[in-house]
């Protein structure tokens, strides 16, 4: 996952042919109307937690993680902590570092990540406040990655290309020099409300998660279910495997936790022109975009509307075929309904606030079946009848 507020709004709404353009734009000049069309009416709601923005950064999976972790401090009784996000990115970029030397570059490099990977690094590295560790060491306000990836992967491919010597050790500190260059030094020790901290002593005594309790899971076709299975996308940069369980059971999953109280992480595809930033609303019409005449592509946001059956089938061919890709984390921290009563998730967004519902949009559970890549939930959440299936 490593979308990109920027290339998101190029890739979201590209269409062929000037006419299905033209109606895009004038689609998209009208969607401020959509807020009072769906009209959505809380039915759980579990977040008390700000909306961040990400900036030109692809650490969605990051800002998505750690809300769900800050979430899960909450829902133990912890006083909120604000963790810095860049701080387990800087993290996840050592050890991706160390798997591509390892790989000999035949991995991807680049921001993006999984929500396993915000479990892991809080396990091996510990977490810090924001305050401690902004990640702002170059001049900006807000995110800026560009140049340092361009920097680090530079830097990585001449490591792995230079095959005539003995590889040194002093690659991976010279790597590091760069992240403290563009990022800021992390600190051995801090201060935090009068006392002094280690990352692992922060995450143990302050946020207080047990990184083996939470369970990541997707649903496929072409693996037996209850399995563990390698998660097959290009940022899965550590290898990792998820559980296997079918459509309907991990839909089931998200709304057991959100009536037991838990959230819920979520990675997805965003590529459609069906999900709306603006509008705050994900949907899968009844036909797609390409299918539709110009006056149904105006009325895809205009209220609620008759969605797609989601079948196994239909979810595993757009994986193959590529129209559903690993593009971004966000956070389920509720469920709403509109007005004909249909269900959708209340998802918290890492955009910062500047859409119609302030940083939060309405998915449907079409959308979710459709287009989810994975989900990370804590094991409290899981139903028992899945629980006990899992290998």
Request: aromatic share 14%.
């Amino acid at each position: 996952m490593n979308k990109i507020i920027l290339s998101f709004f190029a890739a979201s709404w590209a269409f062929t042919g000037l006419a299905q353009d033209n109606l895009v734009k004038s689609l998209d000049a009208n969607k401020s109307d959509s807020a009072k069309k769906f009209q959505f009416t809380s039915i759980i709601d579990l977040e008390d937690s700000p909306v961040k923005n990400q900036g030109s950064s692809g650490t969605c999976w990051s800002y998505s993680g750690n809300s769900f972790l800050e979430s899960e401090m909450m829902r133990g009784g912890k006083q909120l902590v604000d963790i810095s996000e860049i701080y387990t990115a800087r993290c996840a970029y050592i050890e991706r570092a160390k798997n591509y030397v390892r790989m000999h570059g035949n991995i991807g490099w680049g921001d993006g990540a999984e929500l396993h990977d915000v479990v892991n690094i809080y396990k091996k590295y510990g977490a810090v406040p924001y305050e401690v560790y902004t990640g702002l060491n170059y001049g900006t306000s807000k995110n800026k990655f560009g140049e340092m990836q361009a920097a680090l992967e530079g830097f990585l491919k001449g490591i792995v290309e230079n095959r005539n010597s003995k590889l040194t050790k002093n690659w991976l500190p010279a790597f590091t020099a760069a992240l403290d260059t563009y990022l800021g030094k992390v600190p051995e020790t801090f201060t935090w409300k009068g006392k002094e901290y280690t990352p692992l002593t922060f995450a143990s005594e302050v946020v207080g998660i047990q990184a083996d309790k939470y369970i990541e899971m997707s649903s496929y076709l072409y693996t037996p279910f209850y399995e563990q299975t390698l998660m097959m996308v290009p940022d899965n940069w550590s290898l990792q495997s998820v559980y296997n369980v079918p459509l309907n059971e991990m839909t089931e999953v998200v709304d057991n936790a959100l009536q037991n109280g838990y959230t819920v992480a979520w990675a997805t595809d965003v590529s459609e022109k069906y999900f709306s930033w603006k509008n705050g609303v994900a949907i899968v019409p009844e036909k797609e975009f390409e299918d539709m005449e110009a006056d149904e592509i105006k009325k895809v946001f205009d209220g609620p509307q008759k969605e797609r059956t989601i079948t196994p089938a239909l979810r595993e061919e757009a994986f193959d075929n590529y129209t559903t890709t690993d593009d971004h984390g966000m956070h389920i921290v509720g469920l709403a309904k509109d007005q004909n009563g249909k269900e959708y998730y209340m998802v918290k967004n890492s955009w910062g606030d500047k859409n119609d519902y302030k940083g939060y949009l309405y998915v449907s559970k079409a959308y979710f079946q459709y287009k989810t890549t994975a989900i990370l939930v804590h094991e409290g959440a899981m139903p028992d009848h899945i629980m006990r299936k899992l290998k």
